[in-house]
């Protein structure tokens, strides 16, 4: 079983919806969880990190968690063409500070 | 966050042949690491670098393919020695922050003939 595993993409969603990002996670033990985004060609860039059972909100972002379901999601309020990217989901390995990787999620907002 | 760099940003390199890919932070940082994707995958993690000690290589990938160096906390570089096109990839460096997030550098993207 991978340790940290995604929805399968390609994800299309109408400008100004809302996009869901999904990330399933098997290490009970992990604390932190990290979203980031890639543009194509580019390198990825952190855009959220959650740490606490519940939400995070930052802008048009939230984070979902619950350590229980092991189960993290990201959330994009009024998705913008700008929006459109590969979404990771990374989680530390217990007792390391090495992040793992999901597969990615390809999200295109249409106009 | 940190700012990270990586030289060269493309390359195009025999087969047979050794690249070294440079990667400087600008602050002093405890964790680098090197990891590789390959066109549309995700990231694998080939190795943490280790400053003042040898890096610890992730299963399938070994020192002598991809010799790593940390002499201080803020440079690390890799080699991506004896090529094959199979090499051919995006490498990227990371730089630890606090609570175990990872910056990134802009990515070395590598083509083997």
């Known amino acids: 079983q991978k340790e940290v595993e995604q929805n399968s993409g390609p994800l299309s969603v109408p400008e100004g919806a809302i996009a869901s990002l999904n990330c399933t996670y098997s290490?009970?033990?992990?604390?932190?969880f990290f979203w980031y985004r890639q543009y194509s060609g580019k390198s990825p860039e952190l855009i959220m990190s959650i740490y606490s059972n519940g939400d995070k909100e930052d802008g048009r972002f939230t984070a979902q968690l619950n350590k229980a379901s092991q189960y993290v999601s990201l959330l994009i309020r009024d998705s913008q063409p700008s929006d459109s990217a590969t979404y990771l989901c990374a989680a530390p390995i217990q007792g390391a500070q090495k992040l793992v990787f999901g597969q990615g999620t390809r999200l295109t907002i249409n106009p | 966050s940190a700012v990270i760099s990586q030289k060269p940003s493309r390359d195009i390199c025999q087969r047979g042949t050794s690249l070294t890919i440079q990667c400087q932070v600008d602050?002093?940082?405890?964790?680098m690491f090197w990891y590789r994707q390959q066109p549309g995958q995700s990231l694998t993690l080939i190795a943490t670098?280790?400053?003042?000690?040898?890096?610890?290589?992730e299963s399938g990938f070994v020192i002598d393919k991809f010799p790593i160096s940390r002499p201080n906390l803020t440079f690390s570089t890799l080699t991506v020695s004896n090529m094959s096109p199979e090499d051919s990839s995006i490498y990227l460096c990371?730089?630890?922050?606090?609570?175990?997030?990872?910056?990134f550098g802009p990515g070395t993207r590598l083509l083997v003939l």
């Open positions: 290490d009970r033990g992990s604390q932190s």
């Open positions: 602050s002093q940082v405890t964790m």
């Open positions: 990371s730089a630890s922050g606090a609570r175990e997030t990872q910056y």
């Open positions: 670098a280790n400053q003042g000690s040898e890096a610890t290589y």
